[in-house]
C-alpha cells in the first residue's frame, strides 16, 4: 500500500517568493497533518484536517502561511510570502481518524529559503 | 513546563544490552501515547502506541504506560546498531483535543 507522498522531497528559493508544498495521504485516511521540523523547535503541528475540514490552524506561525484540502486525497501548504526563518523540514501525516490515533508520515520536504 | 518532555541524550547501550527511554507528560487529559523513531534525515516512524496502563509489547519493544504517574517508556531489547536513532514520544489529550510531541531522545548503539 502506499504511504502518504509529498513533494517536492527539496525546495530552494528565495525570500519573498511563494512556495506550495503538496501531500497525498494515504487512501481512507480521514485526518491530514502538516508538521513543522526545526532543530531548535522539534516537531510542532501546525494545523489538522478532518474529513477535509480544518479543526485546528492554531499551530499556523503566522497568516503568510495557509493550508487547503480540497478533496480526499489532496492537500497543500502554501507559504507567502516566504522568509529565510521557514527554512525547515514540513511534513505532512495522516491517521484513520484524528489526533488519537496513529499518524503516518511522509518523507517530508526540506525548505530552503534564501 | 513542556507537556511532554523526554531527556535528549545521547543514551548509548552496548548492542545486545536493553534501552530505556523515557517519556513524562504533564497534561491528566493524556489518554493514547506513541513512540516513533526517527532516522537522521528521515521522516518519524511509529514503533508503538499505547492507550492503557501497563505493558505492550511487540517483537523486541516494549511500551509501558503508568497514568498515576506520568510516564511512559519504551523498552528495546537485544539492543542493535541498526536501533541508533532519535525516539519520539507522543501523546494525545482529549482536554482541548491537543496533540504533542517531545523533543526526542538519542540512542546509540555501540556494536
Known amino acids: 500500500d502506499a504511504g502518504v507522498i509529498q513533494s517536492p522531497r527539496h525546495e530552494v528559493t528565495e525570500m519573498g517568493q511563494e512556495v506550495t508544498l503538496r501531500c497525498k495521504p494515504i487512501?481512507?485516511?480521514?485526518?491530514l497533518f502538516w508538521y513543522r521540523q526545526t532543530m531548535m523547535r522539534g516537531l510542532e503541528l501546525l494545523i489538522y484536517?478532518?474529513?477535509?475540514?480544518?479543526?485546528?490552524d492554531s499551530g499556523m506561525p503566522e497568516d503568510r502561511f495557509s493550508a487547503k484540502m480540497p478533496n480526499a486525497s489532496f492537500s497543500t501548504l502554501k507559504i507567502q510570502p516566504s522568509e529565510p526563518r521557514d527554512s525547515a523540514v514540513y511534513f505532512c501525516?495522516?491517521?484513520?481518524?484524528?489526533?488519537?490515533?496513529?499518524?503516518?508520515f511522509g518523507d517530508g520536504t526540506r525548505l530552503s529559503i534564501l | 513546563q513542556k507537556e511532554v518532555e523526554q531527556n535528549s541524550g545521547p543514551l548509548s547501550v552496548p548492542e545486545g544490552a536493553i534501552a530505556s527511554l523515557n517519556c513524562t507528560y504533564s497534561d491528566r487529559g493524556s489518554q493514547s501515547f506513541f513512540w516513533y523513531r526517527q532516522y537522521s534525515g528521515k521522516s518519524p516512524e511509529l514503533i508503538m502506541f499505547?492507550?492503557?496502563?501497563g505493558d505492550k509489547e511487540d517483537g523486541r519493544f516494549t511500551a509501558q504506560l503508568n497514568k498515576a504517574s506520568q510516564y511512559v517508556s519504551l523498552l528495546i531489547r537485544d539492543s542493535q546498531p541498526s536501533d541508533s536513532a532519535t525516539y519520539l514520544c507522543?501523546?494525545?489529550?482529549?482536554?482541548?483535543?491537543?496533540?504533542?510531541f517531545g523533543t526526542g531522545t538519542s540512542l546509540t548503539v555501540i556494536p
Open positions: 487512501s481512507g485516511h480521514n485526518s
Open positions: 501525516a495522516s491517521s484513520p481518524t484524528g489526533l488519537n490515533q496513529p499518524q503516518h
Open positions: 484536517f478532518n474529513n477535509n475540514v480544518p479543526i485546528d
Open positions: 507522543a501523546a494525545y489529550s482529549n482536554t482541548g483535543n491537543q496533540f504533542y
Open positions: 499505547i492507550y492503557s496502563n
